[in-house]
Protein backbone atom coordinates (compact mmCIF):
# COMPACT_ATOMS: atom_id res chain seq x y z
CA UNK A 1 0.00 0.00 0.00
CA UNK A 2 2.64 2.35 1.28
CA UNK A 3 4.74 1.91 -2.11
CA UNK A 4 1.75 1.71 -4.26
CA UNK A 5 1.13 5.39 -3.05
CA UNK A 6 4.45 6.64 -3.04
CA UNK A 7 4.59 5.62 -6.47
CA UNK A 8 1.20 7.27 -7.40
CA UNK A 9 2.93 10.64 -5.58
CA UNK A 10 6.12 10.34 -7.62
CA UNK A 11 3.86 10.05 -11.07
CA UNK A 12 1.66 12.91 -9.50
CA UNK A 13 4.87 15.07 -9.53
CA UNK A 14 6.14 13.92 -12.86
CA UNK A 15 2.96 15.11 -14.32
CA UNK A 16 2.83 18.48 -12.65
CA UNK A 17 6.59 19.00 -13.61
CA UNK A 18 5.88 17.96 -16.91
CA UNK A 19 2.99 20.47 -17.10
CA UNK A 20 5.27 23.30 -15.40
CA UNK A 21 7.55 22.77 -18.12
CA UNK A 22 5.22 22.99 -21.06
CA UNK A 23 3.33 26.06 -19.80
CA UNK A 24 6.92 27.87 -19.31
CA UNK A 25 8.26 26.79 -22.71
CA UNK A 26 4.86 28.05 -23.72
CA UNK A 27 5.32 31.31 -22.13
CA UNK A 28 9.21 31.46 -23.40
CA UNK A 29 7.93 31.53 -26.74
CA UNK A 30 4.98 33.92 -27.00
CA UNK A 31 7.95 35.68 -25.21
CA UNK A 32 9.97 35.51 -28.00
CA UNK A 33 7.26 35.88 -30.60
CA UNK A 34 6.65 38.90 -29.42
CA UNK A 35 9.78 40.59 -29.56
CA UNK A 36 10.50 39.49 -32.67
CA UNK A 37 7.51 40.87 -33.86
CA UNK A 38 7.98 44.18 -31.93
CA UNK A 39 10.94 44.62 -33.25
CA UNK A 40 10.30 43.95 -37.26
CA UNK A 41 6.46 43.76 -37.71
CA UNK A 42 4.88 40.48 -39.06
CA UNK A 43 3.18 40.98 -41.94
CA UNK A 44 6.32 39.83 -43.86
CA UNK A 45 7.14 37.04 -41.86
CA UNK A 46 6.16 33.08 -42.77
CA UNK A 47 5.28 30.79 -40.63
CA UNK A 48 8.17 28.82 -41.77
CA UNK A 49 10.76 31.95 -40.81
CA UNK A 50 9.17 32.35 -37.64
CA UNK A 51 9.52 29.40 -36.80
CA UNK A 52 13.48 29.42 -37.84
CA UNK A 53 13.84 32.42 -35.89
CA UNK A 54 12.34 31.47 -32.92
CA UNK A 55 14.68 27.85 -32.90
CA UNK A 56 11.34 25.90 -33.16
CA UNK A 57 9.36 23.43 -35.35
CA UNK A 58 6.91 24.81 -37.51
CA UNK A 59 4.29 22.16 -35.77
CA UNK A 60 5.29 23.97 -32.25
CA UNK A 61 3.70 27.52 -33.34
CA UNK A 62 1.03 25.29 -34.20
CA UNK A 63 0.54 24.21 -30.63
CA UNK A 64 0.65 28.11 -29.85
CA UNK A 65 -2.53 28.90 -32.48
CA UNK A 66 -3.90 27.65 -35.63
CA UNK A 67 -2.59 29.50 -38.55
CA UNK A 68 -0.52 32.66 -38.38
CA UNK A 69 -3.53 34.86 -38.13
CA UNK A 70 -4.24 33.41 -35.10
CA UNK A 71 -0.96 33.20 -34.02
CA UNK A 72 -0.40 37.21 -34.73
CA UNK A 73 -3.61 37.61 -32.18
CA UNK A 74 -2.55 35.80 -29.71
CA UNK A 75 1.21 37.14 -29.16
CA UNK A 76 -0.88 40.61 -29.20
CA UNK A 77 -2.86 39.51 -26.20
CA UNK A 78 0.23 37.83 -24.90
CA UNK A 79 2.20 41.36 -24.83
CA UNK A 80 -0.36 43.63 -23.40
CA UNK A 81 -0.87 40.67 -20.64
CA UNK A 82 2.89 40.82 -20.04
CA UNK A 83 3.14 44.60 -19.96
CA UNK A 84 -0.36 45.15 -18.01
CA UNK A 85 1.13 43.21 -14.98
CA UNK A 86 4.75 45.65 -15.26
CA UNK A 87 2.27 48.49 -15.01
CA UNK A 88 -0.03 47.20 -12.51
CA UNK A 89 3.47 46.39 -10.59
CA UNK A 90 4.71 49.58 -11.14
CA UNK A 91 1.38 51.73 -9.66
CA UNK A 92 1.35 48.94 -6.80
CA UNK A 93 3.96 50.82 -5.49
CA UNK A 94 3.87 54.51 -6.47
CA UNK A 95 1.96 56.57 -4.06
CA UNK A 96 -0.35 60.35 -4.50
CA UNK A 97 -2.92 60.69 -7.17
CA UNK A 98 -1.04 62.89 -9.10
CA UNK A 99 2.56 60.60 -8.89
CA UNK A 100 -0.12 57.44 -9.47
CA UNK A 101 -1.51 58.99 -13.06
CA UNK A 102 1.68 60.33 -14.18
CA UNK A 103 3.23 56.70 -13.63
CA UNK A 104 0.32 54.74 -15.14
CA UNK A 105 0.32 57.39 -18.36
CA UNK A 106 4.12 57.07 -18.55
CA UNK A 107 4.29 53.06 -17.93
CA UNK A 108 2.22 52.71 -20.94
CA UNK A 109 4.22 54.86 -22.64
CA UNK A 110 6.92 52.82 -21.98
CA UNK A 111 5.78 49.51 -22.65
CA UNK A 112 5.12 50.69 -26.23
CA UNK A 113 8.37 52.46 -27.10
CA UNK A 114 9.81 49.35 -27.79
CA UNK A 115 7.25 48.70 -31.01
CA UNK A 116 8.67 49.96 -33.98
CA UNK A 117 7.21 51.61 -36.49
CA UNK A 118 6.50 48.50 -38.81
CA UNK A 119 5.11 46.68 -35.84
CA UNK A 120 2.61 49.29 -35.49
CA UNK A 121 1.81 49.96 -39.05
CA UNK A 122 1.44 45.90 -39.75
CA UNK A 123 -0.84 45.95 -36.44
CA UNK A 124 -2.86 48.86 -37.50
CA UNK A 125 -3.39 47.20 -40.98
CA UNK A 126 -4.89 43.83 -39.33
CA UNK A 127 -7.91 44.01 -37.92
CA UNK A 128 -7.94 41.23 -35.14
CA UNK A 129 -4.73 42.58 -33.35
CA UNK A 130 -5.86 46.06 -34.05
CA UNK A 131 -8.91 45.09 -32.34
CA UNK A 132 -6.89 43.92 -29.45
CA UNK A 133 -4.92 47.13 -28.40
CA UNK A 134 -8.20 49.07 -29.02
CA UNK A 135 -9.61 47.28 -26.36
CA UNK A 136 -6.51 47.17 -23.83
CA UNK A 137 -6.96 51.32 -25.11
CA UNK A 138 -10.33 51.13 -23.38
CA UNK A 139 -9.24 49.51 -20.57
CA UNK A 140 -6.52 51.90 -20.48
CA UNK A 141 -8.94 54.65 -20.47
CA UNK A 142 -11.10 53.39 -17.61
CA UNK A 143 -7.57 53.10 -15.58
CA UNK A 144 -7.13 56.23 -15.92
CA UNK A 145 -11.20 57.86 -14.90
CA UNK A 146 -10.68 55.22 -12.37
CA UNK A 147 -7.44 56.91 -10.53
CA UNK A 148 -9.10 60.59 -11.54
CA UNK A 149 -12.49 59.60 -9.28
CA UNK A 150 -9.58 58.30 -6.62
CA UNK A 151 -8.29 61.71 -6.60
CA UNK A 152 -11.38 63.70 -6.56
CA UNK A 153 -12.61 61.67 -3.62
CA UNK A 154 -9.20 62.63 -1.86
CA UNK A 155 -9.37 65.35 -2.42
CA UNK A 156 -6.36 65.90 -4.54
CA UNK A 157 -7.98 66.90 -7.44
CA UNK A 158 -10.50 69.45 -8.54
CA UNK A 159 -13.91 68.31 -9.50
CA UNK A 160 -13.86 67.57 -12.98
CA UNK A 161 -15.68 64.74 -15.79
CA UNK A 162 -13.14 61.38 -15.23
CA UNK A 163 -15.04 59.85 -18.01
CA UNK A 164 -14.37 62.82 -20.62
CA UNK A 165 -10.69 62.56 -19.32
CA UNK A 166 -10.39 59.00 -19.89
CA UNK A 167 -12.41 59.51 -23.32
CA UNK A 168 -9.33 62.36 -23.67
CA UNK A 169 -6.55 59.66 -23.10
CA UNK A 170 -8.07 57.09 -25.64
CA UNK A 171 -8.27 59.18 -28.44
CA UNK A 172 -4.51 60.32 -27.80
CA UNK A 173 -4.00 56.90 -27.60
CA UNK A 174 -5.60 56.14 -31.12
CA UNK A 175 -4.04 59.25 -32.73
CA UNK A 176 -0.50 58.19 -31.09
CA UNK A 177 -0.90 54.29 -32.05
CA UNK A 178 -2.28 55.53 -35.35
CA UNK A 179 1.61 57.67 -36.12
CA UNK A 180 -0.44 60.62 -36.29
CA UNK A 181 0.96 62.47 -33.59
CA UNK A 182 4.83 61.77 -34.79
CA UNK A 183 3.64 63.10 -37.50
CA UNK A 184 2.45 66.55 -36.67
CA UNK A 185 4.29 66.58 -33.57
CA UNK A 186 7.62 65.15 -33.67
CA UNK A 187 7.56 63.31 -30.67
CA UNK A 188 7.98 59.42 -30.65
CA UNK A 189 5.59 57.66 -29.10
CA UNK A 190 7.05 57.30 -25.44
CA UNK A 191 7.38 61.14 -25.28
CA UNK A 192 3.68 61.59 -25.92
CA UNK A 193 2.65 59.80 -23.13
CA UNK A 194 5.32 61.22 -21.40
CA UNK A 195 3.71 65.15 -22.44
CA UNK A 196 0.09 63.58 -22.43
CA UNK A 197 0.73 62.31 -18.34
CA UNK A 198 2.05 65.78 -17.62
CA UNK A 199 -0.48 67.88 -19.74
CA UNK A 200 -3.32 65.38 -17.77
CA UNK A 201 -2.07 66.02 -14.00
CA UNK A 202 -1.53 69.42 -14.22
CA UNK A 203 -4.86 70.28 -15.77
CA UNK A 204 -6.73 68.41 -12.99
CA UNK A 205 -4.86 69.31 -10.20
CA UNK A 206 -6.45 71.47 -7.40
Known sequence: ????????????????????????????????L????????????????????LRCSKSTLYTLSGSKEQLVRAATVHFFRRE???????????????????????????????????????????????????????IAAKKVQDLITEGVVKGDFRQVHAAFAGDLVATMMMRIQQGSVRGHAGLDDAGAYRELATILTAGIGV
Do not use: C, W
Request: hydrophobic share 45%; glycine share 6%.
Open 1 to 32: MERKQFGSTIKGMQQRSGLNFATVRRAELFDE
Open 34 to 53: VDLFLAEGFAHLTLDEIAAR
Open 84 to 138: TNTIDAKLSVTTGSRNRIAAYVSAVGEALSVASEQFMADLNAFAPAREVYEQNIG
